[in-house]
């Protein structure tokens, strides 16, 4: 398997969705679906969303069903980020080298761009069972599952800490609090829902969910060393970030060597939890592969 | 019936069950679920959840069971208040006497509990299903309706003419457009999910959903009219805001006399959409009596 463009055709699949299930861009009043969709198709791997196709694929479900699914969970994602950028939070001016949401739009839209890809996240996820895509016993579970875990139990938690953690404050401990909420839960959540459409049993649901958790650790361990020792013209952003921003990372609290070394643990945690599936795990063996050796 | 005592003890009821229903204020990470609960328990009428509750009793549901779902309606409607007084969106300081929510914790940490009342509101809906409170068919198409109306088709498209409306583009059918959206959407998707959650049937809903809409414009414009001859004691705030704000408003447009027989019509209008209802409507056709004469 070319696992690079498998990738990437998953993500133009879901690409191709989230232009079918956003409002058009001239939709009354057009200034705010025009901000959604400026952050929403501002680059980015599609991660989350191809996570639920692949979890679906894996017990054998159709991909293609739970595309709304997939799709909330990079609404949910995008509007995470765009209120991250804010000036109240991290200010930030610039990301995946475009002009944030709120310095092409101004703060209030932004601010009502987030609010509205969020809310329009649950109107996707309804659509599963609108559409008859899966049966609505598994929707519902899916939404309670996905509002928790966006929630102050998940990334508003992991955010909320960010937010207030300043070096002085930042132990492993912490580290691995924010890890855990602000990115893992969205991770975690997008395997369970995909998974859960897709009629997983108890013990495969169990197995994808300790897949899940240890994929999002090494990514995020692989973000903090690719900060340090990555090539910007390969990430298509600065590197130094998170040192110039004082920021709390796997590499600055136990030194790259054990960095590397915890990224590859879960890597290979995440694979051996796949134990229990046949070959149709394998895009997410490659991905887990792929997170901790990628350069980009 | 004492109409006022019955609005107050729903009013508490729903008050129990938002702090039943809110994570405890020392949960992890404590400052988010504060804030949450600051701007919930800052006072307000309680009329979405209460509505949800009436229109349910009107169709001979058990108003307990909606609770969920009428909380959910509170949390939406809260965590629009706290975003629309942020600096960058009304930039407001005081709230029912009380200062605004980034006021106390800081513009973060309001935009985060904001993220954080909505996002609990789709997990309060999901719960009406998983403690088997309504049929699942029913609870799966409340989520879709509110997350429309919360979203750009709704609220959020109603904040958005709003925030961008100067007095010099507002004509009435702006203005109608805002009140409609930013306010309606919410009253009507209140009426409709505690109708559809005690099963109402299709003549039903669409009685209950024309006095909503009916409703919802009395209430936005004896709103507009307290402001203007309103007794600043007993509302409670200062007026004459909106004439300072150059906001536009009914009174403004079309003045005082016109704004008060249209609210006196859509008052009659609501009532005669009630008239399919036996007397478990009573509560329902209170209310519309009350909206337009209400002082406070």
């Known amino acids: 398997m ?3 463009a498998e990738l990437k055709a998953r993500a133009a699949l879901v690409d ?3 232009d079918e299930f956003l409002p058009p861009e001239d939709a009354y009043p057009p200034v705010i679906h025009r901000a959604m969709r400026y952050s929403l198709f501002a680059g980015g791997k599609r991660l989350r969303p191809v996570l639920v196709l692949a979890a679906a694929e894996t017990v054998g479900g159709d991909p293609v ?5 997939a799709c909330a969970l990079e609404l949910i994602h995008t509007y995470s980020l765009i209120h991250d950028d804010l000036p109240a939070m991290d200010n930030d001016d610039f990301r995946r080298g475009k002009p944030t949401c709120h310095r092409v739009f101004g703060e209030a839209i932004a601010i009502l761009a987030g609010d509205a890809l969020l809310t329009h996240a649950f109107a996707l996820l309804a659509r599963n069972a609108r559409e008859q895509l899966a049966p609505v016993e598994r929707v519902i579970q899916v939404i309670g599952e996905v509002a928790v875990a966006a929630g102050t139990p998940g990334l508003i938690g992991g955010q909320v800490v960010d937010t207030l953690a300043t070096d002085d404050t930042v132990d492993a401990a912490t580290l691995e609090y ?13 395997v369970r829902a995909g998974a859960i459409l897709a009629g997983a049993g108890e013990k495969q649901l169990e197995a994808l969910t300790a897949y899940a958790e240890n994929l999002g650790l090494a990514f995020q361990i692989q973000d903090d060393i690719l900060d340090v020792e990555g090539d910007p013209a390969r990430l298509g952003k600065p590197v130094g970030s998170d040192k110039r921003n004082k920021k709390a990372t796997y590499p600055a609290l136990f030194g790259l060597d054990m960095a590397r070394a915890r990224a590859k643990e879960a890597v290979e945690e995440a694979l051996a939890a796949l ?12 991905l887990a592969r792929f997170v901790a050796t990628r350069d980009f």
Chains 1, 2 share one sequence.
């Open 65 to 69: 069903k739970v595309l709304p699914a």
């Open 178 to 190: 924010i890890h855990r909420h602000k990115t893992g839960a969205l991770y975690r959540v997008s």
């Open 275 to 286: 134990e229990l599936f046949d070959e149709r795990a394998g895009f997410l063996r490659e």
């Open 16 to 18: 191709r969705a989230l």
């Open 2 to 4: 070319d696992f690079l």
